[in-house]
T-cell receptor, first 113, second 115 residues
């Protein structure tokens, strides 16, 4: 199994508070992604990274920011959590940009109350 | 625009039945990759198969088989003699050339296999 760890696995937070989710990999893969999974929407890309300090927005990036200061860590921050950000968040990693599959972390279930 | 459509939201079958999960994609790229992932009730996403746009050979792996047809932009997944352990949500995904080549997912098909 690919070495990807997401933390925390579960979190309940209050509306308006900042929240940071962490994705840590031991595979030295260049590409890292944050997705959110919601019923009826499948997985939607929030942000992605193609190298240290190289990040870009996905299709649902509003209200989220990311940082990648080391190859192994990709942080997702909800600047001011809202109930619409209640979701399951998945981190994924990929060795190369096309001809490889992406491996996913176990997911983080975030509830904003 | 890149898009993946899984029109079947939910399928229920009885064990030992064959079942096909449909996946239709849209892309203007000539080079792209298609994937299937399984998400069992435990929640993790498990990679099943990768297929590139230049390889239309069908693939069989045990009870699983995949039918890739560029002419109809489809990449369908068949489970033969389904088992209860096949119960999961199955996602089809598309990866195309571009910065970081993001995976675009379909909305998933929930498969319920009962005894």
């Amino acid at each position: 199994d690919a070495g990807i760890t997401q933390s925390p696995r579960h979190k309940v937070t209050e509306t308006g508070t900042p929240v940071t989710l962490r994705c840590h990999q031991t595979e030295n893969h260049r590409y890292m992604y944050w997705y959110r999974q919601d019923p009826g929407h499948g997985l939607r890309l929030i942000h992605y990274s193609y190298g240290v300090k190289d990040t870009d927005k996905g299709e649902v990036s509003d209200g989220y920011s990311v940082s990648r200061s080391k190859t192994e860590d990709f942080l997702l921050t909800l600047e001011s959590a809202t109930s619409s950000q209640t979701s399951v968040y998945f981190c994924a990693i990929s060795e190369s940009y096309l001809n490889t599959e992406a491996f996913f972390g176990q997911g983080t279930r975030l509830t904003v109350v | 625009a890149q898009k993946v459509t899984q029109a079947q939201t939910e399928i229920s079958v009885v064990e030992k039945e064959d079942v096909t999960l449909d996946c239709v994609y849209e892309t203007r790229d000539t080079t792209y990759y298609l994937f299937w992932y399984k998400q069992p009730p435990s929640g993790e996403l498990v990679f099943l198969i990768r297929r590139n746009s230049f390889d239309e050979q069908n693939e069989i792996s045990g009870r699983y088989s995949w039918n890739f047809q560029k002419s109809t932009s489809s990449f369908n997944f068949t489970i033969t003699a389904s088992q209860v352990v096949d119960s999961a949500v199955y996602f089809c995904a598309l990866r195309f050339t571009g910065t970081a080549s993001k995976l675009t997912f379909g909305t998933g098909t929930r498969l319920q296999v009962t005894l």
